[in-house]
């Protein structure tokens, strides 16, 4: 067979289907970049700009990184997730590229192959938005989906605060309300940080999009801004700086 | 003013996004003239009850927030003292009108009761009430002013928490308004006084550092001007003195007092007392100008059965306020911070 010009493998599908996933949820088409040094990035803004997503996976993360050069790829997610979704989990996933096609190749005791069309792919660097966050929280990841359905019970936005003392949800109003409260001494708070204490309210429709990543990081980075927009960071264990990043914009009326 | 005075057409679509701070009498007084019946008589309940204003507040305010725009209501407060002449007079016209209304009516003349209908609107305190109850339940801010809602306004455009002060009245701009908008609250066609032509008005807006540049004055001396050509506190200004006369005298004699020593001044008011009010007015920064959810069930009870408003006309309405509001309260996104 020939070899791809660009050949990635992950002995777990598990890590690059939730993070495609997490992609899928916001946006349809995103670019991605594969990078010798940096690994494999997405920056994707949805529509609306009301969210963006960032990933970055380290070519640590990958059992085969073979990336001549750097390079963007224009994908539709939604048509990888579906591929994606096809993977057992004791499947190795192969991603090759080939000029303007990719296979996905999902190896367990036979073999897979499906190819998709890839697009043009428009260039971009990984990079924090200009906001400057007053307080900020590391929470138990997989606590986070169960704190977002919590509150739909009770509305469609919900206001977040942190201050000294906890991290706090509340969502509805006229309706009754609906409260989470994390202290400092819970056992699913890792720590909380404060400047200034802040609060803002967010759409929980957009919340339940961002917690897919809870599937592949132990630790969320919530940071916060009084009526500015929100950061969400899910670390991928044992890096710092790789993992899934949302920025999701306050409603701000 | 309005020839001195350099005014540009505005698309509404171009008010996408923004706040603007209407002043809520001036609308409402156009609400109560324009919304009438053929014979001139306002909208009115089975139980004789006026509803001119509260369908104006409503439907106007719903096609505001369906362009895109904010609208801000700013509630007059005290007045002045030395306005008492003023709004005297105005009521003392408001009553003429309505007896020549009501005899034209009598008559089946319906062109002059139309006319003198329209200049005889006259706001209950029930009215302004109900005005501020719907606008509430719309959940679009309200503010009240502690004295003139003008003043307000122009202090919330100047302080930029607002774009622009919106009313019919350019005393918005001598009160320091940066930019107002002229024609937000009145529908797209309005009648000529005695004709029977419609003539198409749009929305148009004019920057305070545009008239000023152009005149070559001072805000201090446009309110002269202001002074000169007749205000809110001394209706008409000064017989024979236009607002082309009133610039050059106004550049020639440098300031009030200047002025003063060349054109008599017919009013009870003191003048340096009306100048000191339009530059330094009382006004608060304690208000909010962000929308609400809208209470829908409340507003539709409130509407239908507290005022025989159409239930699927509301109904409609409401949607349309619902979708503004979703899509407003998320506008510009996460763009600013990229």
């Known amino acids: 067979m020939r070899m791809a010009e660009f050949s990635l493998s992950l002995e777990d599908p598990k890590l690059i289907k939730s993070v495609v996933e997490s992609i899928e949820s916001l946006v349809e088409e995103a670019s991605i970049k594969v990078d010798p040094e940096e690994g494999f990035a997405v920056r994707a803004l949805e529509t609306a700009k009301t969210a963006l997503v960032q990933v970055l996976l380290p070519r640590e993360v990958f059992s085969k990184f073979e990336v001549p050069e750097r390079r963007f790829f224009g994908v539709n997610f939604t048509e990888l997730a579906r591929l994606l979704k096809r993977a057992k989990p004791s499947d190795v996933v192969h991603l090759e590229i080939e000029g303007t096609t990719m296979a996905v190749r999902l190896v367990g005791d036979y073999t897979r192959r499906f190819t998709m069309r890839l697009y043009g792919g428009e260039e971009f660097e990984l990079r924090p938005l200009n906001v400057n966050f007053t307080a900020g929280a590391r929470i138990v990841s997989s606590e986070f989906p169960r704190i977002v359905q919590d509150l739909k019970v009770k509305g469609s936005e919900v206001t977040l605060s942190i201050d000294r003392e906890s991290v706090r949800f509340s969502a509805g109003a006229e309706g009754g309300e609906g409260e989470i409260s994390l202290p400092r001494d819970s056992p699913v708070v890792l720590d909380i940080w404060v400047d200034e204490p802040a609060r803002s309210m967010y759409s929980l429709a957009f919340l339940e999009k961002m917690v897919k990543p809870a599937a592949i990081s132990d630790e969320l980075s919530i940071q916060l801004a009084s009526d500015k927009p929100l950061k969400l960071f899910y670390a991928l264990p044992g890096f710092s700086k790789a993992g899934v990043t949302y920025y999701l914009a306050n409603l701000s009326l | 003013m309005r020839g001195i005075v350099p005014a540009h057409p505005i698309d509404l679509v171009d008010l996408t996004g923004r706040k603007i701070a209407l002043d809520a009498y001036n609308a409402m007084y156009q609400f109560m003239a324009k919304i009438r019946q053929p014979d ?225 001044w017919p009013f009870d008011v003191d003048p340096t007392e009306l100048l000191e009010f339009f530059l330094n007015p009382p006004v608060t920064d304690d208000y909010e100008v962000g929308l609400s959810p809208p209470s829908e069930e409340d507003l539709l009870k409130f509407m239908v059965e507290g005022h025989q408003f159409s239930e699927s006309r509301v109904s409609k309405t409401l949607a349309m306020v619902r979708e503004a509001y979703k899509r407003l309260r998320s506008a510009g996104g996460l763009e600013e911070w990229l």
Do not use: C
């Not at chain 2, 005290?78 to 709004?87: D, L, M, V, Y």
């Not at chain 2, 305070?208 to 200004?237: A, K």
């Open chain 2, 40 to 264: 001139g008589s306002p909208l009115m309940t089975t139980w004789g009850e006026i509803t001119s204003v509260h369908s104006g507040i409503f439907y106007r305010t719903a096609n505001l927030l369906a362009i895109g725009m904010i609208p801000v209501y700013v509630f007059d407060g005290e007045p002045p003292a030395f306005k008492s002449a003023t709004i005297a007079e105005r009521e003392e016209r408001r009553r003429e009108a309505r007896e020549l209304w009501l005899e034209a009516r009598e008559a089946g003349n319906l062109e002059e009761a139309r006319k003198y209908a329209q200049q005889a609107g006259w706001l209950t305190e029930d009215m302004v009430a109900d005005a501020k109850e719907i606008l509430r339940l719309m959940g679009v801010p309200v503010v009240q002013a502690p004295s003139e809602g003008e003043a307000q306004a122009a202090h919330m455009a100047d302080r930029g928490d607002v774009w622009a002060a919106g009313s019919q009245d350019y005393d918005s701009l001598l009160f320091g308004a940066p930019r107002l908008v002229r024609n937000l609250t009145l529908s797209g066609r309005r009648k000529l006084p005695g004709r029977k032509e419609y003539a198409e008005i749009s929305p148009e807006v004019i920057e305070l550092g545009e008239v000023l540049s152009s005149l070559g004055i001072t805000r201090e001396q446009l309110v002269v001007v202001g002074l000169l050509v007749g205000t809110d506190y001394n209706p008409g200004g000064i017989k024979g003195i236009g607002p082309k006369r009133a610039v050059q005298l106004v550049k020639r004699a440098g300031t009030l007092e200047g002025v003063l020593r060349e054109v008599g």
